[in-house]
């Protein structure tokens, strides 16, 4: 319990509201921007977006688990090496990246019918430079454990664009969908600023080329790139699918109920802000025997939060839409309840994938993943052409149990992990929780009768 109380409530508070408060202020720019657009427009948006969110990830995952992993097991003389090498890194992902995105805006808006397209993806190139030092002092407060510092720095960044929308949904004053992406460019700038006035102890900013380090940390992230590529091409193929079959108006509203099903996403992105460093550093002073009981107790954490959302989900899907989307997409409250029930499997399909890489096995992890994109691609696009947006939520909801299943396989044969005991410790922390509450309770009420 000490542990559980000193180290997940502790860490995993600052991470959990810098979680929450994204995921919140988020939400509340997608009502607006629903309500701001017409579905043909939103629907422009939510591909872009979905272009925008897998390169950020992929840009993020290729330096984050190498950067973290070699910082936290590396001494101090050696940490400026590992800092730069992890730089070098942001900055060749980023410029590939952006070459990918001017690439893709040659033919993109055509391909999809959707003109604008085009030019979103060209000036995304200009957000996704500007967020370089950004993405580096954040993953740095992520090595230390500096979770306040993250928080300020990401709630800087979100609370603009949550202003800068704002401001349109009560004026009634027009807003294209290309001013929206010059708005983000202009946000990358300020909050990199922010993050490096946040970042304590400078003095490991000294940049120090190692070319001992560079070639360590790149062999290791080559297998995270591919992972990541794939992964997320997994997770966004079924948007691409919608968008060239069945065409905006639909895509708007598939991500009306994805937006809310998502949800649950939070407290795994939380957790597994500390999980990987904190594994990492079990892996070196504990062995591998340690990681079977913390992957049970990870996912146990994540599992305690999402499944009572589920079921809160599941029953009052309709009103929960309407409120959150408006009366327009009222008919994909059907499509809610079949994607919430992936929620229930979306902290293993995560965890394993982590801890795939975290043990040295990038090269399985990447194989996994290629197999899970192989299957969800053909079975994503041979449900959506005969069942449209019924097919794109059943054949995630059969790809994820798939992959899953393969993963816990291998982990089982490595470290011996049980998923049900997430479960076992999923209950556990209800039990734990409540006997905290009341513990406080009758403590507060000892004191007013003193």
């Not at 990830?57 to 090498?85: E, H, L, M, W």
């Not at 069945?246 to 795994?268: E, H, K, M, W, Y």
């Amino acid at each position: 319990m000490h542990y559980f109380t000193k180290y997940w409530f502790k860490k995993g508070g600052y991470s959990l509201l810098s979680r929450v408060s994204e995921f919140l202020l988020g939400f509340l720019v997608f009502m607006m921007m629903v309500r701001i657009f017409s579905k043909e427009k939103f629907g422009v948006w939510v591909l872009f977006s979905t272009f925008t969110i897998l390169i950020e990830i992929v840009r993020t995952n290729f330096v984050q688990n190498s950067f973290v992993k070699f910082y936290v097991s590396s001494k101090d003389a050696d940490k400026p090496g590992v800092f730069t090498s992890a730089l070098l890194l942001n900055i060749i992902i980023t410029l590939f990246s952006v070459l990918l995105f001017w690439l893709a805006s040659l033919f993109a808006g055509d391909f999809f019918e959707m003109p604008e397209l085009n030019t979103m993806l060209q000036i995304y190139c200009l957000v996704m430079l500007f967020s370089i030092p950004f993405t580096q002092f954040v993953l740095l407060m992520q090595c230390r454990y500096d979770f306040a510092a993250i928080l300020f720095s990401q709630l800087f960044r979100i609370s603009l664009f949550f202003f800068f929308i704002l401001y349109f949904f009560f004026t009634n004053t027009k807003l294209e969908l290309s001013f929206t992406v010059i708005a983000q460019a202009i946000i990358a700038v300020l909050a990199s600023g922010l993050a490096f006035i946040l970042t304590k102890d400078k003095r490991e900013l000294k940049l120090e080329l190692s070319g001992y380090w560079f070639k360590k940390m790149f062999s290791f992230s080559k297998y995270l790139f591919g992972t990541s590529v794939v992964s997320m091409l997994s997770n966004s193929i079924d948007k691409f699918i919608m968008g060239y079959l069945l065409g905006a108006p639909n895509l708007a509203v598939f991500n009306a109920a994805q937006r809310i099903s998502n949800t649950t996403d939070i407290p795994f992105v939380a957790v597994s802000s500390i999980v990987y460093p904190k594994g990492s550093e079990k892996l070196k002073t504990e062995g591998m025997a340690s990681l079977k009981r913390f992957y049970e107790q990870s996912a146990g954490i994540v599992l305690s939060v999402v499944i009572p959302f589920c079921l809160v989900v599941f029953i009052f899907a309709e009103p929960i839409i309407m409120l959150t989307a408006g009366a327009g997409f009222a008919d994909s409250a059907w499509l809610l309840r079949i994607l919430v029930l992936s929620s229930i499997l979306k902290p293993f399909d995560r965890q394993s994938g982590s801890f795939l890489d975290m043990i040295g096995n990038p090269g399985i992890n990447l194989l996994t993943v290629s197999i899970n994109f192989l299957l969800n691609s053909v079975l994503l696009y041979f449900l959506i052409s005969r069942f449209a947006l019924a097919g794109a939520a059943a054949g995630s909801l059969i790809s994820l149990a798939v992959a899953v299943i393969i993963t816990h396989i291998i982990l089982y044969k490595k470290i011996g992990i049980n998923p049900f005991y997430s479960f076992v410790f999923a209950f556990h922390n209800y039990y734990h929780g409540l006997s905290y509450i009341k513990l406080k309770l009758k403590t507060k009420y000892i004191a007013l009768r003193t």
